[in-house]
């Protein structure tokens, strides 16, 4: 029974890690890089705890609106950012635009998968468990790998475009922090008011994060595209250029 509740937890980490790997068609990372990337964002679990303690410290709120943001989307995107900020971001192996989206997402599932694990055995039964995890096999999960995305898109661009850099880096910490937060907020309160006999307004708001799920869908595949199409054009350049040194 553990070891079920443990491959449904772990299975759609593992699924999305291959995918982004081999989507890395042209220099394909250290797997020591990727797993030092994936060990930080576990590591972003309990610094991520320490950093809500420190928001509720300052300034404690009780809405939905408040635990969306404030609780999950900007203390969890701003740690694993900060993450790759210490560690990956002047490693001599994020030498492509694709590397961003790819270490960040490593360090996303890192953080998505221990996170999953905790849900799932937290349950109070077997069948409360397995519908956990289906759930956040299929939501959850995938929400972090996108927001990751976003993230390692324009820290993929803030590397390599060094005249605007600043913007880049700003974008990377506040897009997936927006992404994140309405994410949260949108299936919460849709929750909430289900729960609270406002299930007509629930659905609505449930179709409407729907919606948005397959938008981020969009923009992730959109930008995974762009990326590898940037490393590309950077590796066939790299190979022009050795042809003439030589």
Known sequence: MNTTILILAILP?????????????????????????????????????????????????????????FEAGIPEEFCKWALFMLVIWRNKNFNEFFDGIVYATFISLGFACIENIMYVFGAESFGEAVHTG??????????????????????????????????????????????????????????????????????????????????MWKIGLKQITKMQERSRVEHNNEIFRNIFKS
């Not at 996108?146 to 700003?170: C, E």
């Not at 929750?191 to 799920?213: Q, R, V």
Request: proline share 4%; net charge neutral; charged share 15%.
């Open 13 to 69: 980490v593992i699924v999305l890690s291959v995918y982004i790997y081999f989507k890395d068609k042209y220099e394909k990372e250290p797997f020591s890089m990727l797993m030092l990337a994936f060990f930080l964002g576990i590591l972003a679990i309990p610094m991520d705890l320490v950093v809500v303690r420190i928001i509720n410290a300052v300034w404690e709120g009780s809405t939905v609106f408040y635990s969306a943001f």
């Open 134 to 215: 289906v759930l956040r096999a299929l939501l959850s999960v995938p929400g972090h790998f996108l927001f990751a995305v976003i993230m390692g898109y324009f820290l993929g661009m803030a590397k390599f475009k060094p005249d605007q850099r600043s913007k880049y880096l700003i974008l990377s910490m506040l897009c997936p922090m927006l992404a994140h937060g309405i994410f949260d907020y949108l299936i919460m309160l849709s929750s909430a008011l289900t729960e609270n006999n406002m299930e007509l307004i629930g659905a609505g708001l449930y179709f409407i994060f729907i919606y948005f799920d397959i938008k």
